[in-house]
């Protein structure tokens, strides 16, 4: 009953507060007349204001609600309106039409409403439009004469727009502006068979271009209208759209606990910060800010778990109301732990609180480590992981071989809200302890710290103790010094050259140990592999039978559809990150613990085989493209260390940060047209030859900055670089790019023939930019894709075409060519035309085949056969990827192998890197069998403690 009241009261408000455009002139009424709002519509059908019509919604019903204002959402896809017509407006001898929209994204010949042909020849009685950014009016009996205005619309502003024909004059206004005119043609009209109205697409042939953006409002009337109409039709609502605002960075949402998150984004001119949202589209919760600033952080403090919030960055414009998107953000991905709320200690206070109190601050200010899981050795009473739970976001396991300690340990922790949701204690041997490798980020005592025993072993420790930053902390304070010498914690110290170790005797004697990275380990951080696109992490661990390390979080659910050819998941650092949709997550590579999420609506890519990941990982940090600029997270924390943003550039149209690489100190990025990334939204599978899946994504200008200051390094400019050749390896940049006056003068993003003749490959020097030289070639065969790997000092171009593979192979330190080879494919669906190579040593992988790199020679065709749509990856032995299930090949013994139950998704989604193999979630969406949809991570047998079997 309340949402029914509220319901009524918003639509009087409307109807009272903003007079529509009838309303506005009455005198003149309309024959059709729509009003693109919530109450009109029932489902899929949507009724005009005087319920005289009704027409169908193609597409997602969506509605984006303003103040007291409301409009329908195109999404440039799918959404548009058909209704049959009224008769008299098929060829009517006069006519006027107007709207109120708002366009996102300029097409060559969009629509906002108009009569059109339901079949061939497609023909347009008459269209309200737009082309490129301007808008149109192609009137009745049009003999090509199109009005154009002189605006040139800003995405995401609002605009009245009318058209006009009375017989001998045709007429255009914007915001009740006239801006174009043409004489009426002078042959008497014809009605067209077959004609429907459509509002929000229009057609180009036989294909229907839908409009993206969003409209408020389509009046049709059988008379002209005159131009004072139109200024009050205008007036009368200029106030309520709000302007757009620029919105420089963000928005980003990040829970901080279970009942709260903080929004924060980056606006050009300092204003209030204001953040509109709720569970329904019309935003009714309001949490606002009024100190100006242009760096915005708002805290939202009544978030219900398990929803879908929409919400809305808004702000002011010379004292006029801006508003940005409508964005969503997700609770269900609230992965931070549940509230304590913990009143009273267990424990008596007595001579040991401050023990316990001073050493879990030192434990974790000395280490860093406040999350994942922490392993105490012997458990006493509980009381240093009840003082660690409290101070910390950690699930702390502790054992004791003592059971007596288990049991006071037990019934002490049982009075806390800790036991059971942060603490567990266990009954077991210290000397073989009951875990699995590589689980705990940090290990203590509390047997150590309270009396000096600790009846461990150090191998058993360092075996669960995670690599890549996990860390020991062991001692004793000056308060409790007994027993413990220098000697017995030496014992405690690591040799291995990749750990720190250290004593410390600062207020006590205390041993601490931080593990490096196992050797022999590899890295994943970029699309394929390494910025040489090999698609091999130069892994020595990743090999044999393999064990379940962790699985869990992230499912399905914040992932995108696995049909576009999504971003790769990327691990460095002893952390696996990962690209949901519009959400990021980075976890702990050795046991899945969820560090930090984020969701971030502005950043999306897809179709990896025509551009490149907008993601790539350092040691220390992620880098995301977002827009023109990219951002930096700390790898552990999440938080936002540096925006880079492009150079500055001459650009005549918008721009966008296309290819993204992180070698060494450098950040390499490349300028694209703006909106030229796929986004890969309505599950696109991008595998067929059409032009709108294989159009290269392609950019005009190569920079380099300082990865941690943004400071500008260098540009290159030369011809259109087809972005999914960029490849960094032995201090230089390597490319194909086309010199085609086609393709130079062409203001398109994504290019097809274009870029097919006039080929180069070129090399730059990473340090400086220099062109160190270029070589003339004809790649025109890979059509279908093209890509470019280096290793051992060799270039491989692989691409497709018309059935077949084609390889061709460069000397890398002139370009000279080496060798080429065509190859029929084995199958042309399912991923099977755009397969990405692999590079292992000397051998290039393509499709089933190996060749030595150097001389051409094909080595092997055991590859075996794979049953899905995803590519290869590989460590230095083995190969994984989707056959059926999570597949694997292993290149010594020549055996394939199935993780059964789980698959991964329809490109690359298994990475073998830490000394794991990594798979994430990335099938959701899919609808074959097999769907058990989990991240997981797997660990080679070979690296685990063998426990032979009971006798």
Same mark, same amino acid.
């Given at each position: 009953?309340?949402?029914?009241?509220?319901?009524?009261?918003?639509? &009087?408000?409307?109807?009272?507060?903003?007079?529509?455009?009838?309303?506005?002139?009455?005198?003149?009424?309309?024959?059709?007349?729509?009003?693109?709002?919530?109450?009109?519509? %029932?489902?899929?059908?949507?009724?005009?204001?005087?319920?005289?019509?009704?027409?169908?919604?193609?597409?997602?019903?969506?509605?984006?609600?303003?103040?007291?204002?409301?409009?329908?959402?195109?999404?440039?896809?799918?959404?548009?309106?058909?209704?049959?017509?009224?008769?008299?407006?098929?060829?009517?001898?006069?006519?006027?039409?107007?709207?109120?929209? +708002?366009?996102?994204?300029?097409?060559?010949?969009? !629509?906002?409403?108009?009569?059109?042909?339901?079949?061939?020849?497609?023909?347009?009685?008459?269209?309200?439009?737009?082309?490129?950014?301007?808008?149109?009016?192609?009137?009745?009996?049009?003999?090509?004469?199109?009005? $154009?205005?002189?605006?040139?619309?800003?995405?995401?502003?609002?605009?009245?727009?009318?058209?006009?024909?009375?017989?001998?004059?045709?007429?255009?206004?914007?915001?009740?502006?006239?801006?174009?005119?043409?004489?009426?043609?002078?042959?008497?009209?014809?009605?067209?068979?077959?004609?429907?109205?459509?509002?929000?697409?229009?057609?180009? #042939?036989?294909?229907?271009?839908?409009?993206?953006?969003?409209?408020?409002?389509?009046?049709?009337?059988?008379?002209?209208?005159?131009?004072?109409?139109?200024?009050?039709?205008?007036?009368?609502?200029?106030?309520?759209?709000?302007?757009?605002?620029?919105?420089?960075?963000?928005?980003?949402?990040?829970?901080?606990?279970?009942?709260?998150?903080?929004?924060?984004?980056?606006?050009?001119?300092?204003?209030?910060?204001?953040?509109?949202?709720?569970?329904?589209?019309?935003?009714?919760?309001?949490?606002?800010?009024?100190?100006? +600033?242009?760096?915005?952080?708002?805290?939202?403090?009544?978030?219900?778990?398990?929803?879908?919030?929409?919400?809305?960055?808004?702000?002011?414009?010379?004292?006029?109301?801006?508003?940005?998107?409508?964005?969503?953000?997700?609770?269900?991905?609230?992965?931070?732990?549940? +509230?304590?709320?913990?009143?009273?200690?267990?424990?008596?206070?007595?001579?040991? *609180?401050?023990?316990?109190?001073?050493?879990?601050?030192?434990?974790?200010?000395? =280490?860093?480590? *406040?999350?994942?899981?922490?392993?105490?050795?012997?458990?006493?009473?509980?009381?240093?992981?009840?003082?660690?739970?409290?101070?910390?976001?950690?699930?702390?396991?502790?054992?004791?071989?003592?059971?007596?300690?288990?049991?006071?340990?037990?019934?002490? &922790?049982?009075?806390?809200?800790?036991?059971?949701?942060?603490?567990?204690?266990?009954?077991?041997?210290?000397?073989?302890?009951?875990?699995?490798?590589?689980?705990?980020?940090?290990?203590?005592?509390?047997?150590?710290?309270?009396?000096?025993?600790?009846?461990?072993?150090?191998?058993?420790?360092?075996?669960? &103790?995670?690599?890549?930053?996990?860390?020991?902390?062991?001692?004793?304070? %000056?308060?409790?010094?007994?027993?413990? *010498?220098?000697? %017995?914690?030496?014992?405690?110290?690591?040799?291995?050259?990749?750990?720190?170790?250290?004593?410390?005797?600062?207020? !006590?004697?205390?041993?601490?140990?931080?593990?490096?990275?196992?050797?022999?380990?590899?890295?994943? +951080?970029?699309?394929?592999?390494?910025?040489?696109?090999?698609?091999?992490?130069?892994?020595?661990?990743?090999?044999?039978?393999?064990?379940?390390?962790?699985?869990?979080?992230?499912?399905?659910?914040?992932?995108?559809?696995?049909?576009?050819?999504?971003?790769?998941?990327?691990?460095?650092?002893?952390?696996?990150?990962?690209?949901?949709?519009?959400?990021?997550?980075?976890?702990?590579?050795?046991?899945? =613990?969820?560090?930090?999420?984020?969701?971030?609506?502005?950043?999306?890519?897809?179709?990896?085989?025509?551009?490149?990941?907008? $993601?790539?990982?350092?040691?220390?940090?992620?880098?995301?493209?977002?827009?023109?600029?990219?951002?930096?997270?700390?790898?552990?924390?999440? /938080?936002?260390?540096?925006? $880079?943003?492009?150079?500055?550039?001459?650009?005549?149209?918008?721009?966008?940060?296309?290819?993204?690489?992180?070698?060494?100190?450098?950040?390499?990025?490349?300028?694209?047209?703006?909106?030229?990334?796929?986004?890969?939204?309505?599950?696109?599978?991008?595998?067929?030859?059409?032009?709108?899946?294989?159009?290269?994504?392609?950019?005009?200008?190569?920079?380099? &900055?300082?990865?941690?200051?943004?400071?500008?390094?260098?540009?290159?400019?030369? !011809?259109?670089?087809?972005?999914?050749?960029?490849?960094?390896?032995?201090?230089?940049?390597?490319?194909?790019?086309?010199?085609? @006056?086609?393709?130079?003068?062409?203001?398109?993003?994504?290019?097809?023939?274009?870029?097919?003749?006039?080929?180069?490959?070129?090399?730059?020097?990473?340090?400086?930019?220099?062109?160190?030289?270029?070589?003339?070639?004809?790649?025109?065969?890979?059509?279908?894709?093209?890509?470019?790997?280096?290793?051992?000092?060799?270039?491989?171009?692989?691409?497709?075409?018309? #059935?077949?593979?084609?390889?061709?192979?460069?000397?890398?330190?002139?370009?000279? @060519?080496?060798? /080429?080879?065509?190859?029929?494919?084995?199958?042309?669906?399912?991923?099977?035309?755009?397969?990405?190579?692999?590079?292992?040593?000397?051998?290039?992988?393509?499709?089933?085949?190996?060749?030595?790199?150097?001389?051409?020679?094909?080595?092997?065709?055991?590859?075996?056969?794979?049953?899905?749509?995803?590519?290869?990856?590989?460590?230095?032995?083995?190969?994984?990827?989707?056959?059926?299930?999570?597949?694997?090949?292993?290149?010594?013994?020549?055996?394939?192998?199935?993780?059964?139950?789980?698959? #991964?998704?329809?490109?690359?989604?298994?990475?073998?890197?830490?000394?794991?193999?990594?798979?994430?979630?990335?099938?959701?969406?899919?609808?074959?069998?097999?769907?058990?949809?989990?991240?997981?991570?797997?660990?080679?047998?070979?690296?685990?403690?063998?426990?032979?079997?009971?006798?």
């Amino acid at each position: 009953m309340q949402k029914i009241a509220m319901k009524l009261a918003y639509t &009087l408000l409307f109807l009272v507060g903003f007079p529509s455009i009838v309303t506005a002139q009455a005198a003149d009424k309309p024959v059709m007349h729509w009003l693109l709002q919530p109450e009109y519509v %029932d489902h899929l059908t949507i009724k005009d204001a005087a319920a005289a019509h009704a027409g169908q919604i193609n597409g997602i019903v969506s509605h984006w609600h303003g103040n007291n204002i409301a409009a329908l959402e195109f999404d440039g896809l799918h959404n548009r309106i058909v209704a049959e017509p009224v008769k008299s407006l098929s060829a009517p001898p006069t006519l006027s039409v107007s709207a109120w929209v +708002t366009i996102d994204k300029p097409a060559d010949h969009g !629509g906002i409403a108009g009569l059109i042909q339901k079949e061939k020849p497609f023909a347009t009685a008459w269209l309200l439009g737009y082309q490129g950014d301007q808008f149109t009016f192609s009137g009745p009996a049009s003999t090509g004469k199109t009005l $154009m205005s002189r605006t040139r619309f800003q995405p995401g502003r609002w605009y009245h727009v009318a058209a006009t024909d009375d017989g001998i004059t045709q007429k255009l206004f914007v915001n009740g502006q006239q801006e174009a005119s043409a004489e009426s043609p002078t042959e008497k009209n014809v009605a067209l068979p077959g004609l429907q109205f459509v509002i929000g697409a229009a057609r180009d #042939g036989d294909q229907i271009v839908h409009m993206h953006g969003m409209i408020h409002e389509i009046a049709i009337y059988e008379q002209a209208i005159d131009a004072a109409a139109f200024q009050g039709q205008y007036d009368s609502k200029a106030t309520a759209f709000p302007a757009p605002l620029e919105i420089t960075v963000g928005p980003h949402v990040e829970f901080l606990s279970r009942t709260s998150a903080v929004v924060e984004w980056e606006t050009a001119q300092p204003m209030p910060s204001v953040v509109a949202y709720g569970i329904d589209k019309q935003l009714g919760h309001r949490v606002a800010d009024a100190q100006p +600033t242009t760096q915005h952080r708002v805290t939202l403090d009544d978030i219900a778990p398990d929803s879908i919030y929409s919400f809305q960055i808004r702000g002011t414009d010379n004292e006029q109301e801006t508003a940005g998107k409508t964005h969503v953000f997700d609770s269900h991905f609230n992965y931070t732990l549940p +509230t304590v709320v913990d009143d009273q200690s267990p424990y008596p206070h007595d001579e040991l *609180t401050e023990l316990y109190e001073s050493f879990a601050e030192r434990i974790l200010k000395e =280490t860093g480590v *406040t999350q994942g899981y922490c392993l105490v050795l012997g458990v006493e009473q509980g009381r240093l992981a009840y003082e660690l739970a409290k101070r910390s976001n950690l699930k702390i396991v502790a054992v004791d071989d003592n059971p007596a300690n288990v049991a006071a340990a037990r019934a002490a &922790l049982g009075e806390t809200p800790y036991y059971g949701l942060r603490i567990s204690i266990h009954e077991g041997s210290l000397s073989d302890l009951p875990y699995g490798e590589y689980f705990a980020n940090l290990v203590v005592s509390d047997s150590l710290l309270r009396r000096g025993k600790l009846a461990a072993d150090p191998g058993e420790m360092y075996r669960v &103790l995670s690599p890549s930053g996990g860390t020991a902390y062991l001692g004793q304070s %000056d308060k409790r010094r007994v027993k413990v *010498t220098q000697t %017995d914690l030496k014992k405690w110290l690591s040799e291995d050259p990749n750990d720190e170790s250290r004593i410390d005797e600062n207020g !006590g004697l205390f041993a601490s140990v931080r593990r490096g990275p196992l050797t022999g380990a590899g890295q994943w +951080t970029h699309q394929y592999g390494q910025a040489d696109n090999a698609s091999c992490s130069q892994d020595f661990l990743v090999r044999g039978k393999m064990n379940v390390q962790w699985w869990g979080r992230p499912g399905p659910r914040p992932m995108p559809d696995r049909g576009p050819r999504n971003p790769a998941p990327l691990s460095a650092g002893g952390r696996l990150y990962i690209q949901g949709d519009r959400v990021l997550f980075s976890l702990n590579a050795y046991n899945g =613990t969820v560090l930090w999420s984020k969701q971030v609506p502005a950043i999306r890519r897809a179709n990896m085989p025509r551009d490149c990941s907008n $993601m790539v990982a350092a040691d220390d940090a992620l880098y995301v493209v977002e827009g023109d600029h990219v951002l930096k997270f700390d790898g552990q924390t999440g /938080k936002p260390a540096v925006v $880079m943003q492009l150079p500055d550039s001459d650009e005549a149209v918008p721009v966008d940060w296309g290819y993204l690489a992180c070698v060494g100190d450098t950040l390499l990025g490349s300028v694209q047209k703006s909106g030229a990334g796929y986004l890969g939204d309505f599950g696109e599978w991008y595998d067929k030859s059409e032009p709108t899946s294989i159009a290269k994504v392609t950019s005009r200008r190569l920079f380099a &900055l300082d990865r941690n200051t943004g400071a500008a390094q260098w540009n290159y400019q030369g !011809g259109v670089i087809i972005n999914s050749t960029l490849t960094v390896a032995d201090g230089r940049v390597y490319f194909v790019e086309s010199r085609n @006056p086609a393709a130079l003068d062409s203001n398109a993003g994504r290019l097809v023939d274009e870029v097919q003749t006039g080929q180069f490959l070129v090399a730059v020097d990473l340090q400086t930019g220099e062109k160190l030289w270029e070589q003339p070639t004809d790649l025109s065969d890979a059509s279908r894709v093209i890509y470019l790997v280096h290793t051992d000092d060799t270039l491989a171009v692989t691409g497709s075409s018309n #059935g077949k593979y084609h390889i061709w192979a460069f000397n890398n330190k002139e370009g000279k @060519p080496l060798w /080429k080879e065509s190859f029929a494919m084995k199958k042309d669906d399912h991923g099977g035309a755009i397969q990405h190579p692999v590079a292992v040593g000397s051998t290039l992988y393509c499709e089933l085949r190996g060749y030595n790199l150097r001389t051409g020679k094909l080595e092997r065709t055991d590859l075996p056969q794979r049953r899905g749509c995803g590519t290869m990856a590989a460590s230095n032995y083995a190969f994984f990827y989707r056959h059926r299930f999570h597949g694997m090949w292993d290149l010594e013994t020549n055996t394939q192998s199935e993780f059964q139950g789980i698959r #991964g998704g329809c490109w690359l989604g298994q990475i073998p890197a830490a000394g794991l193999m990594l798979a994430p979630e990335s099938s959701a969406g899919c609808s074959c069998t097999h769907s058990i949809q989990i991240s997981v991570g797997y660990i080679p047998s070979a690296m685990t403690k063998q426990t032979p079997p009971s006798q």
